[in-house]
Structures are given as C-alpha cells and as structure tokens.
Nanobody, 115 residues
Framework: QVQLVESGGGLVQPGGSLRLSCAVS????????MGWYRQAPGKQRDMVAI???????DYADSVKGRFTISRGNAKNTVYLQMNSLKPEDTAVYYC?????????WGQGTQVTVSS
C-alpha cells in the first residue's frame, strides 16, 4: 500500500507564499511520478507540478515562475513552494504518486488566497 500525507495549506493574502509538503510511505521503490494537482470548486483536477521518471519536471503554464517543486533527500517527500500567490490559485491541492503505473492520491489540503 502507498500512502500520501499532505500538510501546509491555509489562508494567505494575494502576493504571499505557502509551502506544501507531502510524505509518501509504503512500497515506493518503483515510483514513476510524484507531484501536485489542484481542484478548484466546480472545476476538474489539473496538474500543477510534477516529477516524471525521477529527473524531468513539468509545470502548469499558470504557475511557471511562481511555483517550485522539489524533493527531500530521501526521495519520499515532495514539496511545493508557492510564491506570488493569486486568488485564482485557490483550490484543494492534492499530492500524487504513481507507483508501478498505478496512481495514488493524498487527502488534499485547502489553499485559499484572499485579502
């Protein structure tokens, strides 16, 4: 079993920063991808930032230059540093991991950007 636990969401003013963390546990030796998605009310869940194959990273156009994905030294933790936050970044953010080509999701953490 693979489990993902997120932390770090909250309320922040426009222009502010937040850092999300996700710890992945279980059988993760064959992890193909690891990253973050988000889902705003009434919208589909979209990719925000992701590591693919351990080396390549990909970002949504809307967050390029503002968000940075990184991994811990043990490779089982992924972070999302979010800077210059905008109201349109408000969403539930989900950690995602793909192990042996099967996807796993965290429980989600709410990020609200509002003055």
């Amino acid at each position: 079993q693979v489990q993902l636990v997120e932390s770090g969401g909250g309320l922040v003013q426009p222009g502010g920063s937040l850092r999300l963390s996700c710890a992945v546990s279980g059988s993760i030796l064959s992890m193909n991808a690891m990253g973050w998605y988000r889902q705003a009310p009434g919208k589909q869940r979209d990719m925000v930032a992701i590591f693919i194959g351990g080396t390549r990273t990909d970002y949504a156009d809307s967050v390029k230059g503002r968000f940075t994905i990184s991994r811990g030294n043990a490779k089982n933790t992924v972070y999302l540093q979010m800077n210059s936050l905008k109201p349109e970044d408000t969403a539930v953010y989900y950690c995602y991991a793909e192990v042996l080509y099967r996807g796993y999701w965290g429980q989600g953490t709410q990020v609200t950007v509002s003055s």
